[in-house]
Structure formats: structure tokens, C-alpha cells
């Protein structure tokens, strides 16, 4: 075997602490004057038409950049000219915008400014890991540096409405947008969602390097049925209001300047057109003031939704509570008419103008429309080498560590390597889905990572196998460009390299996996498992009996039921952006060690789905693992999940100590301190992930299993100890009762403190009235 080192972990990086009592936050967003912005609003307004205020509400894209649909706008330039486009969209660069938005300042009656709006998911030119990725560090105060840098990219480019970030809680990894969101947990959702805002935003709009941020994708998105893009949703509103809409929620709450409806319907009316979700929950019950917009033509989809013709769905949009038109031009088309036949009123339109024009006074628009094209910002703020930096340290914070039992990891930087595998020299893959703003050119793969990182190695580089060997499948992924190559060797000869190459190396590094537009929008999947034409060249691989390390990229949960059982290691790197293959190089030679957790939980297969940590008990409740009959159990397989939720692993061992409670009781007004000691136990520096989860016991409505209420992310050396100590009072104890009314029961709640969600409570605590 190989002989290890690991250099000492840096621990300066900025961590985030979450007491578990949520507190109110204190952060609402950017400020300005109210005063001032009505102001000039309603001068603004009182001199508009209705042409004019419905032109506000028109998003358009002249097309160049990714589309989300087939729709691309046309005679743009004329459209502004005549005062009917409120914002673009898929134009970037000061030279262009500046010319567009020259157009509606010099070109139009009162000389209104745009929104120039632009999909910056996960970084910009420098991209980060895709969310589901980045969500695995359980950093938020990274996660928001992230979006600031994000933001000052974008900016410096010309763009100054995000839309991001996407909060939509999902379990179901056959839905391919699991990639672009948080995971499966509501509440580590809410603090994501907030800390993206609070990056994106700032604390001052009016700033040339803050941005509108876009919470989407209102709402239920990430549950659609058979985990189909785009499909219908159905779920009650006890499980809307405690499992899904938090995430909306605490962006809201963080100030988030607009919201995107989703294409699904939300209780049988497209959310587009669903009054009760934009305007009764979202204005009246959540009190956001912001502008909502459509996605990408969902106001004209509402026609397949069979909500009537485009009159009809438009009329409905807009007497719901949306604000802007994405694309399709419903609105500036129809609702003049609707106007006149006394289907929309005056008041509904202006008021979605209003919302639009705040938007921009929000920005400073009006006092500079030109604020976000200063050309020199293009060569000094955009993919700088500190934000390479902080991409390559994202990335490594990213990684989980789901096997380690062979012990290969970390690798000596003077090894004998063979790096196989089809992601192991491949640029176009390391973005990750929705990197539409960045160019895969400026990613480093991982060969020449490995390479950078350990100079000293003797790494060989072999193929081995194509992503997939179906052409079909190839086309239906290389729909915005070449993800996969079907090599003109056959797979016999590609393997057939890879096993000459592995002979002669004192390690396999074999990346594999996911192509990365194999998850994403439109790209969902009923088989979870790593493609077979790289299953066979694993297996191979595994035969040689050299020590091995699997390098796995995707952009969901995998079914790795097979690879778990052979005797590799197991790194999952997800997409990991810009610094892909220099992470991946810090993190296999130990200049890192992984801390990262899962945020959703990995199924043994995909008839699991869905499989997360916070299931609800049923009235005939089964052990995890084992067979029982009558029971709630499959006949092959345990109910378990293969990896957790908040799983992961590091080159050391963290050993946890019981979890004390101060007091055995709490009463509706006062708190309890929670606490346990971790202690580092191995032969590494790392840093640890320590999760706070509650059982209600008995409630008014059934309780989930399990209940992730805080996290602390903490930093041990070799042989250190520390107490981690959580702070519970009863908001952190409150959920939506059957009557929707947000209460905390008095009972009995079990409590633990536990390095994943698979732990047994062993301490308890009673609120009493």
C-alpha cells in the first residue's frame, strides 16, 4: 500500500454557526427610501398610458444565450423603441446592453430604463459547483461569498437581475433540477436561501456590484410527479407549509427583490395563474413587496394547462398577482383588450407596473442607466485569480467522502497513478448544468489538476470507457453542445488501454460518472444507475486488485448500490465548476481533507425514490434493515437509504459524546441548552459537520422521524475536543397544524446531536404549556 501524507488542514476559512432558537432575522434586505421611490413612481405613473405601463410588463431575449424553451423573441430592437419591453434577458457584455438599453432611454417617451436579467446559478464566468454540490459544504458564510462574487461578475458584465437562487426542496433524484438546489431539508434550505440572497443583494442595491436576487421557483417545483421536469404537483397544504415552502419563505424574509413562478400547478391551478399562492400567501400572509415574473413562456403554457386561450391565461396571470411576462408576450398583446372588455382593471396593471418600476429605482436605474457598463470592470473583476481561489476552495469544501474502508485516500504526491475513466480529461463536463454564463475552456480537468497538484507523480492517463455507448442518449445530452464523444475505438479497446495502464500504477484513480447535462432542466431520468459502459470498465478495474479510488461526478444522487460493494474509495465531487480538477487534486493528495455531508439522502435504488431522512412513522413501522411481514417493508431491499442524509466522511475520526440536555423541562417563553463533545480522534486536522435533529413524540398531526433543527460546522485537530452546544426554545419546536396555524404542542421531543441523520435518540425533553 501506498504511504499517505496529508498536509495540515487550513482552518481559516469563514464557517457558519446556526443556533438552533431562530431568532427574527434581523437582515430584510437592501435599504432605501420609501418616500423618495414613491415619489418617482408616481410621477412616472401619472404620465404613463396603458400601453406604456404594459410594455413595463414585458420580459424579452433577443436570443445567443441558452434558452429555456423554444421561444426566442423577435424584432426586439423595434419593441423597445415603441415602449413595450420592461426588461431583457440572454444579453451580456456593456457594449450590447448599452446599446439596448440606449434604445429605451434615448428612443422612448419617458425615457425608462431595463432590467437586464441573466441565469447566473452557480458563478459566472467563474463557476462554482452546482448547488447541490455547494449545499454539501453546510458553509453558508462561503455559500454567500459565492454569490457575492457571483454578483460582481455579473455586474461587471452588464447584468443586474439574478434568477437565482432556486430553493425548491426536492427527493426525488430522478428530477434532474435537483442538481441546481439544496436538497431534501427545509430548514438547511431556509439558511441557504437566505445567505444567497444576502450575497446576491448586499446591503445596498444602488451599488454597481449587488444585484436583484430571483427566488425560485415559486412554488412545489421540486415535487413533480414521477420526478418528471415540468410535470404537475400534488400535496396537501399541511406538507406545502412544513416540508416545501420555508426555503420561499426565508428568502422572502431576507428581503429577496423578486420571486419566478414554476410550471407546475399548485392545488390544480398553474402557479402562474394560482391567485391564492402570489398574491394571498406570498403578498398578504408572507408580505413580500417585490415584483413576480414568469418563467420562461409559463404564462402561455397555462393554454396546455387548459386554462383557456391566451387572453384568458394572460387575464389570469395578471389578476393572480404576477407582474412581468417572461418571454411569451401574453400580457402585451392581450391585456389591453381585456382592459377595455372589463376582464383586468386599470388598478391590476398599474400596480404590476409599479412593482416593475420600484424594481428599477431600487437599482439606481434612474439615476444612471448606464451604472453597469463600465468596460473596465470586464478585465478587473471578472475571473480574477481570487476568484479562482475561492471556486477552488468551494469546490474541495463540496466533495463527500462516501467510502473509505480500502484506505487509498489520501494518495503519496509521489505515487504511480493511472487516472482513468471519460471525466478524467474532460473540460466540458467540470462546469456542471446551468453554467450557461461560463465557458468550459477555463476549467481545469482533472488530469491536469492532478498534475498541478502533485508534480512529483508519475500519472498516466487512459479513457477506459465512452460516458454512454447509446448514440440516442448521446444526442438527447449534447443538446447545447458535446458533453459526450463516442470514442471511434471500441469500448473492447478503450478497456483493454485502461487495464495496460493500470498494471504499471501503484493506484487506479478512475473518474466517472454523470455527463453533466445528464441532470439539469429537462433532464430527468428513470435510471440512477452510473452508465454500463462505465460499470464495466469499474468492475475491471476492481479485478486487478490494485488499490483504487472512485472519482464519481453527478449532478443528483446516484444508485451506487454495485461500486459500494467492491473494494474501492469513494469520492463524490458532484460538477465542481471552474476549479474542478485543482480541488480534486487537493483533496486526493491531502492538502484537504473532506468535510462535506450529503443534503440528500443516495437510494439502493431507484424503486426507493423517494428515501429521505425525515419520513413520517407509519401505523405498522418496520425496522430499517430486515425482513418483516405486515410490516411497512420492501421484499428486497431495506427501507434504509444507502447513504443518509447529512452523511460523510473525512481522513479522521470524530467520536462523539453523549448529548446532554440542561434541563428536562421547557416552558413556552424560556430554553434548554443542548450539548455534546466531539472529539478528533484520527490522524488528520479536518473539520466536522455537527447536526442538532428533535422528535416530537406525540403532536396533533403525525411528526416526521427525524427533525434537522441546527448545525454547527467546527474545525479539531488531531487528538482536540470541543463542546458543541445548541440552544432550544419552543419557535424551534413549532410546525403548521391542520389548521395551518404555526403552534408549538407541549410533550415530549426526543433530542440528539449526530454526524448524519442515522443515529438513535437517546435523550428527552418535555414542553410544558
Same mark, same amino acid.
Request: hydrophobic share 40%; glycine share 8%; aromatic share 8%.
Given at each position: 500500500?501506498?504511504?499517505k501524507?496529508?498536509?495540515?488542514?487550513?482552518?481559516?476559512?469563514?464557517?457558519?454557526?446556526?443556533?438552533?432558537?431562530?431568532?427574527?432575522?434581523?437582515?430584510?434586505?437592501?435599504?432605501?427610501?420609501?418616500?423618495?421611490?414613491?415619489?418617482?413612481?408616481?410621477s412616472?405613473?401619472?404620465k404613463?398610458?396603458?400601453?406604456?405601463?404594459?410594455?413595463?410588463?414585458?420580459?424579452?431575449?433577443?436570443?445567443?444565450?441558452?434558452?429555456?424553451?423554444?421561444v426566442?423573441?423577435?424584432?426586439?430592437?423595434?419593441?423597445?423603441?415603441?415602449g413595450?419591453?420592461?426588461?431583457?434577458?440572454?444579453?451580456?457584455?456593456?457594449?450590447?446592453?448599452?446599446?439596448?438599453?440606449?434604445?429605451?432611454?434615448?428612443?422612448?417617451?419617458?425615457?425608462?430604463?431595463?432590467?437586464?436579467?441573466?441565469?447566473?446559478?452557480?458563478?459566472?464566468? @467563474?463557476?462554482?459547483?452546482?448547488?447541490?454540490?455547494?449545499?454539501?459544504?453546510?458553509?453558508?458564510?462561503?455559500?454567500?461569498? @459565492?454569490?457575492?462574487?457571483?454578483?460582481?461578475?455579473?455586474?461587471?458584465?452588464?447584468?443586474?437581475?439574478?434568477?437565482?437562487?432556486?430553493?425548491?426542496?426536492?427527493?426525488?433524484?430522478?428530477?434532474?433540477?435537483?442538481?441546481?438546489?439544496?436538497?431534501e431539508?427545509?430548514?438547511?434550505?431556509?439558511?441557504?436561501?437566505?445567505?444567497?440572497?444576502?450575497?446576491?443583494?448586499?446591503?445596498?442595491?444602488?451599488?454597481?456590484?449587488?444585484?436583484?436576487?430571483?427566488?425560485?421557483?415559486?412554488?412545489?417545483?421540486?415535487?413533480?410527479?414521477?420526478?418528471?421536469?415540468?410535470?404537475?404537483?400534488?400535496?396537501?397544504?399541511?406538507?406545502?407549509?412544513?416540508?416545501?415552502?420555508?426555503?420561499?419563505?426565508?428568502?422572502?424574509?431576507?428581503?429577496?427583490?423578486?420571486?419566478?413562478?414554476?410550471?407546475?400547478?399548485?392545488?390544480?391551478?398553474?402557479?402562474?395563474?394560482?391567485?391564492?399562492?402570489?398574491?394571498?400567501?406570498? =403578498? !398578504?400572509?408572507?408580505?413580500?413587496?417585490?415584483?413576480?415574473?414568469?418563467?420562461?413562456?409559463?404564462?402561455?403554457?397555462?393554454?396546455?394547462?387548459?386554462?383557456?386561450?391566451?387572453?384568458?391565461?394572460s387575464?389570469l396571470?395578471?389578476?393572480?398577482?404576477?407582474?412581468?411576462?417572461?418571454?411569451?408576450?401574453?400580457?402585451?398583446?392581450?391585456?389591453?383588450?381585456?382592459?377595455?372588455?372589463? =376582464?383586468?382593471?386599470?388598478?391590476?396593471?398599474?400596480?404590476?407596473?409599479?412593482?416593475?418600476?420600484?424594481?428599477?429605482?431600487?437599482?439606481?436605474?434612474?439615476?444612471? $442607466?448606464?451604472?453597469?457598463?463600465?468596460?473596465k470592470?470586464?478585465?478587473?473583476?471578472?475571473?480574477?485569480?481570487?476568484?479562482?481561489?475561492?471556486?477552488?476552495?468551494?469546490?474541495?469544501?463540496?466533495?463527500?467522502?462516501?467510502?473509505?474502508?480500502?484506505?487509498?485516500?489520501?494518495?503519496?504526491?509521489?505515487?504511480?497513478?493511472?487516472?482513468?475513466?471519460?471525466?478524467?480529461?474532460? *473540460?466540458?463536463?467540470?462546469?456542471?448544468?446551468?453554467?450557461?454564463?461560463?465557458?468550459?475552456?477555463?476549467?481545469?480537468?482533472?488530469?491536469?489538476?492532478?498534475?498541478?497538484?502533485?508534480?512529483?507523480?508519475?500519472?498516466?492517463?487512459?479513457?477506459?470507457?465512452?460516458?454512454?455507448?447509446?448514440?440516442?442518449?448521446?444526442?438527447?445530452?449534447?443538446?447545447?453542445?458535446?458533453?459526450?464523444?463516442?470514442?471511434e475505438?471500441?469500448?473492447?479497446?478503450?478497456?483493454?488501454?485502461?487495464?495496460?495502464?493500470?498494471?504499471?500504477?501503484?493506484?487506479?484513480?478512475?473518474?466517472?460518472g454523470?455527463?453533466? !447535462?445528464?441532470?439539469?432542466?429537462?433532464?430527468?431520468?428513470?435510471?440512477?444507475?452510473i452508465?454500463?459502459?462505465?460499470?464495466?470498465?469499474?468492475?475491471?478495474?476492481? %479485478?486487478?486488485?490494485?488499490?483504487?479510488?472512485?472519482?464519481?461526478?453527478?449532478?443528483?444522487?446516484?444508485?451506487?448500490?454495485?461500486?459500494? *460493494?467492491?473494494?474501492?474509495?469513494?469520492?463524490?465531487?458532484?460538477?465542481?465548476?471552474?476549479?474542478?480538477?485543482?480541488?480534486?487534486?487537493?483533496?486526493?493528495?491531502?492538502?484537504?481533507? $473532506?468535510?462535506?455531508k450529503? @443534503?440528500a439522502?443516495?437510494?439502493?435504488?431507484?424503486?426507493?425514490?423517494?428515501?429521505?431522512?425525515?419520513?413520517?412513522?407509519?401505523?405498522?413501522?418496520?425496522?430499517?434493515?430486515?425482513? !418483516?411481514?405486515?410490516?411497512?417493508?420492501?421484499?428486497?431491499?431495506?427501507?434504509?437509504?444507502?447513504?443518509?442524509?447529512?452523511?460523510?466522511?473525512?481522513?479522521?475520526e470524530?467520536?462523539?459524546?453523549?448529548?446532554?440536555?440542561?434541563?428536562?423541562?421547557?416552558?413556552?417563553?424560556?430554553?434548554?441548552?443542548?450539548?455534546?463533545?466531539?472529539?478528533?480522534?484520527?490522524?488528520?486536522?479536518?473539520?466536522e459537520v455537527?447536526?442538532l435533529?428533535?422528535?416530537?413524540?406525540?403532536?396533533?398531526?403525525?411528526?416526521?422521524?427525524?427533525?434537522l433543527?441546527?448545525?454547527?460546522k467546527?474545525?479539531?485537530?488531531?487528538?482536540?475536543?470541543?463542546?458543541?452546544?445548541?440552544?432550544?426554545?419552543?419557535?424551534?419546536? %413549532?410546525?403548521?397544524?391542520s389548521?395551518?396555524?404555526?403552534?408549538?404542542?407541549?410533550?415530549?421531543?426526543?433530542?440528539?446531536?449526530?454526524?448524519?441523520?442515522?443515529?438513535?435518540?437517546?435523550s428527552?425533553?418535555?414542553?410544558?404549556?
Amino acid at each position: 500500500m501506498i504511504k499517505k501524507t496529508i498536509a495540515a488542514v487550513s482552518l481559516s476559512f469563514l464557517s457558519f454557526t446556526l443556533s438552533a432558537q431562530q431568532k427574527e432575522n434581523t437582515y430584510t434586505g437592501p435599504k432605501i427610501n420609501k418616500t423618495e421611490m414613491d415619489q418617482k413612481v408616481n410621477s412616472l405613473l401619472e404620465k404613463m398610458t396603458i400601453d406604456e405601463k404594459v410594455g413595463q410588463l414585458n420580459l424579452l431575449t433577443p436570443g445567443g444565450g441558452v434558452a429555456t424553451g423554444a421561444v426566442v423573441s423577435d424584432n426586439v430592437q423595434q419593441k423597445i423603441k415603441d415602449g413595450k419591453v420592461g426588461g431583457l434577458f440572454g444579453v451580456s457584455g456593456p457594449e450590447k446592453i448599452k446599446i439596448a438599453q440606449e434604445y429605451a432611454v434615448n428612443d422612448t417617451r419617458l425615457g425608462i430604463p431595463l432590467l437586464i436579467g441573466s441565469d447566473v446559478i452557480h458563478g459566472y464566468k @467563474t463557476t462554482f459547483p452546482i448547488p447541490l454540490g455547494s449545499a454539501s459544504s453546510w458553509d453558508m458564510e462561503l455559500l454567500k461569498q @459565492t454569490a457575492q462574487v457571483a454578483a460582481k461578475e455579473a455586474t461587471a458584465d452588464g447584468i443586474n437581475w439574478n434568477f437565482s437562487p432556486m430553493v425548491d426542496v426536492s427527493r426525488d433524484p430522478r428530477w434532474g433540477r435537483v442538481a441546481e438546489g439544496a436538497g431534501e431539508d427545509a430548514y438547511l434550505g431556509s439558511q441557504i436561501a437566505r445567505a444567497m440572497v444576502e450575497g446576491y443583494q448586499g446591503m445596498d442595491l444602488t451599488e454597481t456590484n449587488t444585484m436583484l436576487a430571483t427566488v425560485k421557483h415559486f412554488a412545489l417545483y421540486g415535487a413533480p410527479e414521477a420526478g418528471r421536469d415540468y410535470n404537475t404537483v400534488d400535496m396537501s397544504r399541511v406538507k406545502m407549509f412544513n416540508q416545501y415552502l420555508p426555503p420561499y419563505k426565508a428568502a422572502v424574509d431576507a428581503g429577496v427583490a423578486s420571486v419566478m413562478s414554476s410550471f407546475n400547478d399548485v392545488d390544480g391551478v398553474p402557479a402562474t395563474g394560482n391567485r391564492w399562492l402570489l398574491t394571498e400567501l406570498l =403578498r !398578504e400572509q408572507w408580505g413580500f413587496d417585490g415584483f413576480v415574473v414568469s418563467d420562461y413562456t409559463s404564462v402561455n403554457e397555462m393554454i396546455a394547462h387548459g386554462m383557456g386561450d391566451l387572453q384568458d391565461v394572460s387575464a389570469l396571470a395578471l389578476k393572480a398577482g404576477l407582474d412581468m411576462d417572461m418571454v411569451g408576450e401574453g400580457f402585451v398583446t392581450t391585456l389591453k383588450k381585456s382592459l377595455e372588455e372589463g =376582464r383586468v382593471t386599470e388598478e391590476e396593471i398599474t400596480t404590476a407596473a409599479r412593482r416593475i418600476l420600484e424594481a428599477k429605482y431600487k437599482l439606481g436605474l434612474f439615476e444612471d $442607466p448606464y451604472k453597469y457598463l463600465d468596460k473596465k470592470r470586464v478585465k478587473k473583476d471578472i475571473l480574477t485569480k481570487e476568484h479562482r481561489a475561492l471556486a477552488r476552495k468551494a469546490a474541495a469544501r463540496s466533495f463527500v467522502l462516501l467510502k473509505k474502508d480500502q484506505n487509498v485516500l489520501p494518495i503519496d504526491k509521489k505515487a504511480k497513478i493511472a487516472l482513468i475513466g471519460p471525466l478524467g480529461n474532460n *473540460q466540458s463536463n467540470m462546469p456542471g448544468t446551468w453554467s450557461p454564463t461560463g465557458d468550459f475552456k477555463n476549467a481545469i480537468p482533472v488530469l491536469e489538476g492532478l498534475k498541478n497538484v502533485a508534480p512529483k507523480a508519475k500519472i498516466t492517463y487512459a479513457k477506459g470507457a465512452n460516458i454512454v455507448n447509446d448514440e440516442q442518449m448521446a444526442k438527447n445530452v449534447n443538446v447545447f453542445g458535446p458533453k459526450v464523444e463516442i470514442s471511434e475505438e471500441s469500448p473492447e479497446e478503450l478497456l483493454a488501454e485502461a487495464l495496460k495502464v493500470a498494471k504499471d500504477a501503484d493506484v487506479i484513480v478512475a473518474a466517472v460518472g454523470e455527463a453533466s !447535462e445528464m441532470s439539469g432542466e429537462a433532464s430527468s431520468k428513470t435510471d440512477l444507475l452510473i452508465p454500463e459502459s462505465q460499470k464495466v470498465l469499474i468492475r475491471e478495474l476492481a %479485478k486487478t486488485g490494485k488499490p483504487m479510488v472512485l472519482v464519481l461526478m453527478s449532478g443528483r444522487p446516484l444508485n451506487i448500490s454495485e461500486e459500494a *460493494q467492491l473494494p474501492v474509495d469513494i469520492l463524490q465531487v458532484w460538477h465542481s465548476g471552474v476549479e474542478a480538477g485543482n480541488a480534486i487534486g487537493d483533496v486526493i493528495f491531502g492538502d484537504y481533507n $473532506p468535510s462535506g455531508k450529503l @443534503t440528500a439522502s443516495w437510494p439502493r435504488n431507484v424503486g426507493q425514490v423517494p428515501v429521505y431522512y425525515s419520513m413520517k412513522t407509519t401505523g405498522r413501522p418496520g425496522t430499517q434493515e430486515g425482513f !418483516e411481514k405486515f410490516k411497512s417493508k420492501y421484499l428486497d431491499v431495506d427501507n434504509s437509504p444507502l447513504y443518509p442524509f447529512g452523511y460523510g466522511l473525512s481522513y479522521t475520526e470524530f467520536e462523539y459524546g453523549a448529548t446532554k440536555i440542561s434541563s428536562e423541562e421547557i416552558n413556552m417563553s424560556g430554553n434548554i441548552t443542548v450539548s455534546t463533545t466531539v472529539t478528533n480522534t484520527g490522524d488528520y486536522d479536518g473539520e466536522e459537520v455537527v447536526q442538532l435533529y428533535i422528535h416530537d413524540k406525540v403532536r396533533s398531526i403525525t411528526p416526521p422521524q427525524k427533525q434537522l433543527i441546527g448545525f454547527q460546522k467546527i474545525s479539531l485537530k488531531k487528538g482536540e475536543s470541543k463542546t458543541v452546544e445548541f440552544t432550544i426554545s419552543a419557535e424551534d419546536l %413549532k410546525f403548521y397544524n391542520s389548521s395551518l396555524e404555526y403552534v408549538a404542542e407541549p410533550g415530549d421531543f426526543e433530542v440528539g446531536i449526530a454526524p448524519s441523520s442515522d443515529f438513535e435518540f437517546s435523550s428527552t425533553f418535555n414542553l410544558k404549556k
